[in-house]
């Protein structure tokens, strides 16, 4: 079935960045709806962004628009995060999730999930 496996998370310093990767593997045509979410500490999971994969259409939270940056490399089978000007409030559980469907938005239930990867920020 789908594995998501992210890669990329680490300590950083405010104002840093980061780049999050998630190898999305095979059955591609299980998934035309990719994104990303996190969990900081005593808190609910979150949804940071989407992107469609057929028309890369992006959707993001109004917590990180014009700081993080969704993409995906279709050859590679990869799904990125690149997060600018870092602060110690993004320090969270970065997820990557998978869907299919007619929809795509990080406010729909995802079915696949990575085991995620921690960014902290000091």
């Known amino acids: 079935d789908v594995q998501l496996v992210e890669s990329g998370g680490g300590s950083v310093q405010a104002g840093g960045s980061l780049r999050l990767s998630c190898a999305a593997g095979?059955?591609?045509?299980?998934?035309?709806?990719m994104g990303w979410f996190r969990q900081r500490p005593g808190k609910d999971r979150e949804g940071l962004a989407v992107?469609?994969?057929?028309?890369?259409?992006?959707v993001y939270a109004d917590s990180v628009k014009g700081r993080f940056t969704i993409s995906n490399d279709n050859a590679k089978d990869t799904l990125y995060l690149q997060m600018n000007s870092l602060g110690p409030e993004d320090t969270a559980m970065y997820y990557c999730?998978?869907?299919?469907?007619?929809?795509?938005?990080?406010?729909?239930?995802?079915?696949?999930w990575g085991q995620g990867t921690q960014v902290t920020v000091s």
């Open positions: 992107l469609w994969i057929g028309g890369a259409t992006t």
């Open positions: 999730a998978a869907r299919l469907g007619s929809l795509c938005g990080y406010w729909l239930t995802f079915r696949y």
């Open positions: 095979r059955y591609t045509y299980k998934r035309n709806c």
